[in-house]
């Protein structure tokens, strides 16, 4: 089993220029934030549970800000809060995956 | 599948005094710049290969310096290059776990 069940990373790279889009541009530090606070508020947080991170370029740039979801394997991108409440009670909470934030068509 | 066959974070986490140990202060930025060149010099970087990020605290501070690789769920530690050469040559480019360097005992 994986020491995390679901252990989250959002892309939180900055650019300042350049051809290629920035998730950190997009807001990804607030809503990682966002997502880490309440992750802990429902009580989710830790070992066997659900971990929240930062991570540098994904390399997904231009479909971002993305966030990706292990052992699963899921990416997701997002817009607001309203998209990180819909990632945290359907997947993170209770294991079902948010298809209409998909990035990647499922197999 | 999964958008990289293996998906591996440094916990490059710095912290400056309190109880917990540091895995930057170990060596973490300098242990995943070595283990990105070296994905790259090998060509196994990109789509269905192997990414190598930076992420921040793993929250296993006292187990560390400590990476894992998604979407297996393997957690290892290192001292040295000598060590991410052997992940990088065993696991990431064969597939086969270095068991010595585990920090979890396998299933």
Same mark, same amino acid.
């Given at each position: 089993? *994986? ?7 959002? #892309? #939180?790279?900055?650019?300042? $220029? $350049?051809?290629?889009? *920035? #998730?950190?541009?997009? $807001?990804? =530090? ?11 508020? &429902?009580? &989710?947080?830790? +070992? ?12 997904? #740039? +231009? &479909? ?7 052992? @699963?394997? !899921? ?6 809060? !309203?998209?990180?409440? +819909?990632?945290?009670? =359907?997947?993170?909470?209770? $294991?079902?995956?948010? +298809?209409?934030? &998909?990035?990647? @068509?499922?197999?």
């Amino acid at each position: 089993m *994986s020491f995390y069940a679901k252990h989250v990373f959002f #892309c #939180c790279n900055q650019r300042d $220029g $350049g051809e290629r889009p *920035s #998730c950190n541009a997009k $807001g990804a =530090s607030q809503m990682r934030d966002y997502a880490k606070g309440r992750i802990k508020k &429902l009580g &989710l947080a830790g +070992e066997g549970k659900v971990r929240i991170n930062k991570a540098g370029c994904l390399d997904r #740039c +231009e &479909l971002g800000p993305v966030v990706v979801v292990y052992p @699963q394997g !899921t990416w997701y991108t997002y817009v607001d809060e !309203t998209d990180i409440d +819909e990632i945290v009670e =359907s997947h993170l909470a209770n $294991g079902k995956i948010v +298809e209409r934030l &998909l990035i990647d @068509q499922p197999a």
